[in-house]
């Protein structure tokens, strides 16, 4: 795409674009009424447009994400095609954004046209990314994809000489974060209690990989169990100082993940947590704002949560009040089973419960005093069922003239099948915004985006955000801002879906 405007330039190998941010100012008067100020902050974007060679590193690679993650990256480099009970299958990429969602950029006549996210702005194609990572569980990717039991038994067959080779690393084994049933896997791990020792090797491995691979950067990428909530304590977890005196000091309160993701910024990498665990600590937070990278978190959103988050932003968008939302899970792979341990179920439990209390907060008048809903998460572990997780909702709802509107939902599928695209979105959309700087009224210099990347928001269940930054869990704004984000860097305009050249022609 070429945008045709004297706000866009394309030298040197960036794109640079002007783009005018009209926002609102809100202030509330004595006499209560809301004095809004409308005003427009000039930003300029720059975008890198030179394509870095990228690895990713998965901590939790054998894991069933993991696995279908990069089964998914080779059969669609490799175009394999597969027998299924219902035909031939192709590789592609469905419920990736980056590859298989579409932008408006503008009309042609009185036809709306539309580019592949991948073409608004350049991103590194999937094709050529090299993969590696750890796990407690010492299973070739190939023997760990065929224990997942998510893909067709062909597609692995085809699979399995190029991934028999590829071996997860050793892992931190903290046995108290996850569930005691993970034990029986844990073949694999890094020796001793020394987290110094732990955060050395992880950074080393980062380094080794990098270097091996020729890659211009690395992402790590947290797709491992879900941790229990680590006991926030203050001279442990506040600063970036007393983070890391805590790791020197094997402090038993700094989790496995914390450890991974404070060698993967000191090794000047990125960090994207896949998991509901409160990994990135305030002092986590800190770290990553003092080496320059960006965070990203928490919890990848598939299926129950992205729907929730879209249909409970319908209904009180629509003036109709949710009063109570049961939302029932129940599947059979190793994430059930260590969910099924109470502690690991209570971070699942608070991240998929908290998603809904914005939407809920933004309507005083369905919600005048308290936005706080009858919210229900039930989740068990039937081994039986694999991978093919069933989720159940209700939402009851109170409508016209004290009315009661039911919706039920009932949702089936591979969780990993879902989840692989979104991890690939959340890679490669970060590496993008490593290559994005801006400049807005005034600044002499351009900087990067905020190194807590709340603008991955729509592809986490509890999106991370800085202090005084607004939490966003509607679906369509999420979207919408990630969309128009690439559109204002791109040179081109929000999309307000107002279509006035045709509603006022
Ligand atoms: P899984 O249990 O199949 O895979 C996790 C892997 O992590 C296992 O192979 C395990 O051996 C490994 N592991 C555990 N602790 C480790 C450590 N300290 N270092 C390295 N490896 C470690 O689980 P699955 O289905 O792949 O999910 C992964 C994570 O993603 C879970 O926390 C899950 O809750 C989360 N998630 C999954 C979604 C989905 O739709 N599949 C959606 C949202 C989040
Ligand atoms: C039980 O719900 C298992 C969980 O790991 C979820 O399947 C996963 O977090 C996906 O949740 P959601 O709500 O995004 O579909």
């Given at each position: 795409m070429q945008v045709n405007s004297s706000n866009v330039t394309y030298e040197n190998g960036f794109i640079q674009a002007s783009y005018s941010y009209k926002s609102s100012n809100v202030e509330k008067l004595e006499n209560g009424t809301l004095k809004v100020t409308p005003k427009t902050t000039e930003y300029t974007f720059k975008t890198n447009t030179k394509i870095p060679k990228l690895g990713i590193m998965l901590v939790g690679w054998g894991g069933n994400n993991g696995t279908t993650f990069t089964a998914g990256l080779l059969a669609n480099k490799m175009k394999l095609s597969w027998f299924t009970k219902r035909g031939e299958q192709t590789a592609n990429y469905y419920g990736s954004i980056t590859q298989a969602s579409t932008i408006k950029v503008g009309c042609s006549g009185s036809e709306e046209v539309y580019l592949p996210m991948n073409q608004v702005l350049p991103l590194v194609n999937p094709d050529d990314v090299v993969i590696s990572g750890w796990d407690i569980s010492a299973l070739n990717l190939s023997q760990a994809m065929k224990r997942a039991q998510v893909l067709e038994y062909n597609l692995i067959e085809k699979l399995d000489p190029y991934m028999r080779d590829m071996v997860p690393k050793k892992a931190i084994y903290?046995?108290?974060?996850?569930?005691?049933?993970q034990k029986t896997r844990a073949d694999n791990i890094l020796e001793g209690h020394n987290k110094l020792e732990h955060l050395e090797t992880i950074r080393k491995d980062i380094r080794e990989f990098k270097a091996t691979n020729n890659c211009d950067k690395v992402i790590v990428l947290w797709t491992a169990n879900t941790e229990r909530f680590c006991q926030l304590t203050p001279g442990v977890h506040d600063t970036a100082e007393n983070v890391l005196k805590a790791i020197e000091n094997s402090e038993a309160e700094i989790s496995a993940s914390t450890v991974y993701a404070v060698a993967t910024i000191l090794e000047g990498c990125s960090y994207i947590n896949g998991?509901?665990?409160?990994?990135?600590v305030p002092g986590v937070i800190e770290l990553a704002k003092q080496k320059d990278v960006f965070i990203v978190g928490d919890d990848f959103k598939s299926g129950q949560t992205k729907i929730k988050t879209s249909l409970v932003d319908f209904l009180v968008s629509a003036g109709i009040k949710p009063q109570s939302i049961v939302s029932y899970n129940h599947l059979g792979n190793n994430d059930g089973k260590n969910l099924s341990s109470e502690k690991q179920f209570k971070s699942k439990e608070l991240s998929k419960k908290s998603c809904v209390d914005d939407i809920t907060g933004s309507n005083k008048i369905l919600y005048?005093?308290?936005?706080?809903?009858d919210h229900e998460i039930v989740i068990k572990y039937v081994?039986?069922?694999?991978?093919?997780k069933k989720a159940m909702d209700e939402y009851l709802s109170e409508i016209f003239l004290g009315g009661q509107h039911t919706l039920v939902l009932y949702n089936v599928c591979e969780d990993s099948l879902l989840a692989a695209p979104i991890i690939l979105d959340l890679i490669l959309i970060t590496e993008l915004f490593e290559r994005i700087e801006y400049k807005v009224d005034g600044m002499r210099t351009f900087q990067r985006f905020n190194r807590v990347l709340s603008t991955l928001g729509y592809l986490c269940k509890a999106p991370l955000t800085d202090e005084n930054t607004p939490l966003v869990n509607s679906l369509y704004r999420q979207k919408n801002a990630l969309d128009n984000i690439f559109k204002a860097c791109a040179g081109l305009h929000a999309d307000d879906n107002l279509l006035l050249e045709f509603k006022c022609p």
């Open positions: 903290y046995e108290d974060f996850i569930a005691a049933n998991s509901p665990q409160n990994t990135l005048p005093e308290t936005n706080k809903i081994p039986y069922t694999g991978d093919s």
